[in-house]
C-alpha cells in the first residue's frame, strides 16, 4: 500500500494535476514497464496458497486465489475487481479522537483510507494527502463525511518538501490545529535482482518513502503539542526483508529506525512517535506492482494463509493516535503480519 501536487510555485497543468505530480507519475509507469518488459521474457509461475486460510475477523475476508490483474501506476482502489475491505462494520467508535484534527499521506486508498474512515468515526476531522488517485479520494471524503466528520483532499508529491509545508498549512488553516500524523504514502516496484535498480529508480523509492516521511514531520513539528501523536506505516519487510522488494525494504527499514529515532527525540515534547508494520494487505499497492499471476497467490505464504484487509490494520493506528489507549507508548514498531514472530 499505498501512500503530490499543491507545492509551491508548481505550474498547474491543462489535465487537472500539476507539472510535478505528472512527472513523478510518468517516472514510476516507466520504472513499472521497465520491470514488466524484463517479467514478460521469464516462465514460470510461483505456488499457489489458499488453501485453509484463517477466518478470524469480525465477517469473512477474501482469500487466495486473489483476483490476477495488474494496475498501471499509481493505482486506484476504483480499478480493482475485489474491492478491499475498508468500513469496519463491527468496529464501534466511542470518542477516542474526539475533536482532534489528522493529516493522513496517502490517505486516498488501501490502509490510508480504512485508518481516515476508523479516524472520523473517533471523532476526528482529517486532511488526505495524495499523488493524483482523484475519484478515489473523492470515495475517502464520501466515507468520512458519512461518519459526520469533515475531509479535506490535498493532491501532491511528498517528496517536494515545500508541498509538504503547504499540505500543514492548508490542514491548520482549515480546522486550526493539527493534533496527528500518518505518514502513510509509498511508492514500491519489485526486482528480482539488485542490478535491475538502477540510480534513478533506487532515488524514486528512497525519496518517497522515506524523504516524505521526513518532510512531512519536519512540517507538522510546529503544529503538534504535548499529548499529539505521529504515526508512520512501516512493514514486515523492514523488519524480515524481501529478497524481490530490494530498494522498498530498504527504505521501510529507514523507517522504523526513524520512528524509534523521532519517538527518543519528541519524548521530551509529550509527542509519542510509533509504527505500524504491516504484512500482505490487499490495497492498490500490490496489484500495481506484482503481475497477475503472482498475485493470485498474495498473502498465502502467512500463517493465516490470506493478505490482510485494510480494515484489520486501521484500529492498530487509532489505537496508537489515542491518549487514551497508548499515552505511555512511543518508539514501537507494531507488527501486523499474519504470522507469529
Not at 489528522?102 to 488501501?110: E, N, Q, Y
Not at 508541498?163 to 488553516?173: H, I, W
Not at 486501521?314 to 514501537?332: D, E, H, N, Q, R
Request: overall charge negative; aromatic content about 6%.
Amino acid at each position: 500500500m499505498h501512500d503530490f501536487g499543491k507545492g509551491a510555485k508548481v505550474s498547474k497543468t491543462d489535465k487537472g494535476g500539476t507539472a510535478q505530480t505528472q512527472d513523478t507519475e510518468a517516472k514510476q509507469r516507466q520504472i513499472q514497464d521497465q520491470q514488466d518488459s524484463r517479467d514478460a521474457g521469464k516462465s514460470g509461475e510461483k505456488k499457489q496458497g489458499g488453501q485453509g486460510a484463517a477466518q478470524t475477523g469480525a465477517r469473512p475476508h477474501p482469500e487466495p486465489p486473489m483476483p490476477a490483474q495488474h494496475l498501471e501506476k499509481p493505482g486506484h482502489e476504483k480499478d480493482l475487481r475485489l474491492a478491499p475491505q475498508f468500513q469496519a462494520p463491527a468496529y464501534r467508535g466511542s470518542g477516542k479522537l474526539e475533536g482532534k484534527v489528522a493529516l493522513i499521506t496517502g490517505g486516498d486508498s488501501g490502509i490510508g483510507r480504512a485508518v481516515a474512515v476508523l479516524f472520523a468515526r473517533e471523532g476526528a476531522d482529517v486532511a488526505i494527502v495524495y499523488l493524483s488517485e482523484h475519484e478515489d479520494a473523492e470515495e475517502t471524503r464520501r466515507c468520512v463525511e458519512a461518519e459526520g466528520r469533515r475531509c479535506t483532499l490535498i493532491p501532491g508529491d511528498v517528496k517536494d518538501a515545500g508541498f509538504c509545508a503547504e499540505a500543514v498549512n492548508q490542514t491548520v488553516k482549515e480546522y486550526g490545529h493539527l493534533d496527528i500524523l500518518v505518514n502513510n504514502a509509498a511508492f514500491q516496484e519489485h526486482a528480482d535482482t539488485l542490478l535491475d535498480i538502477d540510480e534513478a529508480r533506487f532515488d524514486e523509492t528512497m525519496r518517497t518513502n522515506v524523504y516524505g516521511y521526513f518532510h512531512m514531520a519536519r512540517a507538522a513539528l510546529p503544529q503538534l503539542k504535548e499529548g499529539d501523536a505521529i504515526i508512520n506505516t512501516g512493514s514486515v519487510t523492514g523488519l524480515k526483508g524481501n529478497a524481490h522488494l530490494l530498494d522498498y525494504s530498504t527504505t521501510k527499514g529507514a523507517i522504523h529506525a526513524f520512528t524509534m529515532s523521532l519517538a527518543g527525540n519528541l519524548a521530551k515534547k509529550g509527542i509519542r512517535v510509533n509504527a505500524v508494520a504491516p504484512g500482505p494487505v490487499w490495497t492498490p499497492l500490490n496489484p500495481a506492482d506484482q503481475a497477475p499471476e503472482q498475485l493470485k497467490s498474495f498473502g498465502s505464504q502467512t500463517a493465516l494463509g490470506r493478505p490482510a484487509q485494510p480494515e484489520e490494520i486501521a484500529p492498530a493506528y487509532v489505537f496508537l493516535a489515542s491518549a487514551a489507549c497508548s499515552s505511555y507508548i512511543t518508539g514501537i514498531v507494531l507488527p501486523i503480519t499474519g504470522s507469529p514472530g
